[in-house]
């Protein structure tokens, strides 16, 4: 069984921060991928980035990037120089592939991150 | 612009009242999923479906039935809805065995069940 576990309930960081969103997990599967998503206030899942279980390097797109540490089993979200925008609920993610083919997501309980002006 | 629309939106309702959370995609997507979030517990998976006319059970799929008769249609059916379903829904699609793609979500349904 596959198990996301994120430790931090909500977090506040100064606006203009970098601020870094834990994220472990658990998994049997050889091949898996990790996700991470951004839910505002408005309630819509917004896709951030993406990080495959053999890839070599840390993913990134603009501002957000992937601490992934295989051995560690984490996968932690970096948001560098923090915007009032990015206050919202955060979740991380991971899919695998059950012997029956469903790529679901298991997702973490979520970090609700609030960013002070 | 490629999409998963669900509809409604919102809905207030009474135990026991048929409803039919309705979900579409132009993506040509494989495979949809549907979920619900609580609080505390994240997102959960209630059914999915791999391609048309193929379905199965997520991990909470209790109070729940689905259909796939066209690849971009994906409706949820509470058949007898009681108030422990009152939640958030989401459906999502993605390309099948795409592992390293996103899957979609609509906007979300809130429902609540009186």
Redesign the interface.
Known sequence: AQKITQTQPGMFVQEKEAVTLDCTYDTSDPSYGLFWYKQPSSGEMIFLIYQGSYDQQNATEGRYSLNFQKARKSANLVISASQLGDSAMYFCAMRGISNFGNEKLTFGTGTRLTIIP | EAQVTQNPRYLITVTGKKLTVTCSQNMNHE?M?W?RQDP??????IY?S?NVEVT?K??VPEGYKVSRKEKRNFPLILESPSPNQTS?Y?C?S?F??A??????????T?LSIL
């Open positions: 495979y999923s979920y505390g517990l994240g997102l959960r998976q999915y791999m199965d997520g991990d958030l989401f999502a993605s099948a065995t592992s390293n793609q996103p899957q979609h979500f609509g906007d979300g809130r």
